[in-house]
């Protein structure tokens, strides 16, 4: 069985980022022109600054000049985190999207927009905001029954203490 560059990657890498408290969420090797650009994305529950970044940018720039993983021509390394608007696919991306707004695609077709108010391991417990002044709705929503899911970027929504700040 053949290995991709991608999976001989993320196996050299993916020690070195758990090490620095990140969990490897992705490992992309693309060509931009003429340019190679190994672009890695790491995250964790309380999120990556800039430091961290920078931390694991410079120990996974040191362990490929050690090793000939990306063979003998040139190539860029980029590091970041995966971004306001995240897919979740795994278990701890739902967890770390607790309290923020996603859109769904279900298994059918059907598509739901609802703020994750609790994970465990087989659901999600969800509110779905209301419509046209209506109160919004609790839904349980099975991990299982769901295709896609990406976070939605939310530029006006007040924080819980904004609003006990304002009712006082």
């Known amino acids: 069985m053949s290995t991709t560059q991608n999976e001989r990657l993320r196996e050299l890498l993916e020690p070195l980022v758990s090490s620095q408290g990140l969990d ?4 992309e090797v693309a060509s931009v ?3 190679r650009v190994l672009r890695v994305v790491v995250d964790s529950d ?3 600054d800039l430091d961290a970044i ?4 410079r120990a996974l720039s040191a362990k490929l000049d050690e090793t000939d993983a990306m063979g003998d021509g040139e190539y860029e ?3 970041g985190t995966p971004g306001a608007e995240r897919p979740l696919t795994e278990h701890r991306h739902y967890v770390r999207a607790t309290d923020r707004l996603v859109k769904f695609t279900l298994n059918d077709g059907a598509e739901l927009v609802a703020r994750i108010l609790e994970v465990d391991d087989d659901g999600l417990d969800l509110e779905v905001p209301g419509v046209k002044g209506r109160k919004p709705t609790a839904r349980r929503l099975d991990l299982a029954d769901i295709a896609k899911a990406r976070v939605q970027v939310e530029f006006n929504r ?3 203490n904004d609003v006990s700040e304002e009712e006082a």
């Open 77 to 79: 390394l980029e590091v």
């Open 46 to 48: 309380e999120g990556a």
């Open 54 to 57: 920078a931390d694991v940018s």
């Open 158 to 160: 007040k924080n819980k």
């Open 33 to 35: 022109g003429r340019k």
């Open 24 to 27: 490897l969420e992705e490992v």
